[in-house]
């Protein structure tokens, strides 16, 4: 019985150890690439949220305010438009928001139908932004607005065509897929998209098996 016991014992020594050696090992790996990432009170964040009505989807939402600093890794985070007003956030669900003090203006340019195919957003410092516009020089940031200002047509948000090339080569076997379900919110942004794209000339209707 005595023996029993003793050998019972030394297993659980030799589990605890084993475990812990475990932990320590995957400690290790995961510092590896962690940074440490702190916030002082009062900073704005982005916090990793639940998407309404979709549990089980996340997404960064804010910005927010850190309201203090309750431990080494948890901080208490108000959300005024929020249900719960103030949350306990781990650092994990943080990262910091970027405050963005640029102007931005839109240039559009016309097809023959009067549609417009082409948008251009240039970038204007603020006054109190003049040298955080990636670094660039006003001079440099004037020669860039220039450049984006003449060739509308090829620096533009929407899409376009070109002849130098052939998406499918002739003799290609045609690309399907099976059909399949998207939940309502997604499907109304890609019917959006397609009848913009049918507008713009660069899709047209097809009726191929």
Known sequence: M???????AKCGELARQTAQDARTTAKTWYDRNARVRDFDEGDQVL??????????????????????K???VDYLVAMPDKRKTERTCHVNMLKPYVHRNLTVTSQ??????NYPVSTIC???PSPDNQLKV?????????????????FTDTFSNDPGKT??????????????LPPYRVNNEKATVM???????????????????
């Open 47 to 68: 916090v990793l949220l639940p998407v309404s009505g979709k549990p089980l989807l996340a997404k960064y939402q804010g910005s927010y305010k850190i309201v203090r």
């Open 163 to 176: 002849t130098f090339t052939k998406h499918v080569q002739p003799g290609t076997r045609p690309i399907k």
């Open 2 to 8: 005595l023996s029993m016991r003793e050998h019972v």
């Open 70 to 72: 309750l431990g080494p």
């Open 134 to 150: 990636d670094g660039l020089m006003p001079q440099q940031r004037s020669e860039l607005q220039n450049v984006l200002s003449e």
């Open 108 to 113: 559009f340019v016309t097809s023959e139908h």
């Open 191 to 209: 019917k959006k998209e397609l009848d913009d794209m049918l507008k713009m000339g660069v899709i047209e209707p097809s009726s191929s098996p």
């Open 122 to 124: 240039v970038l204007q």
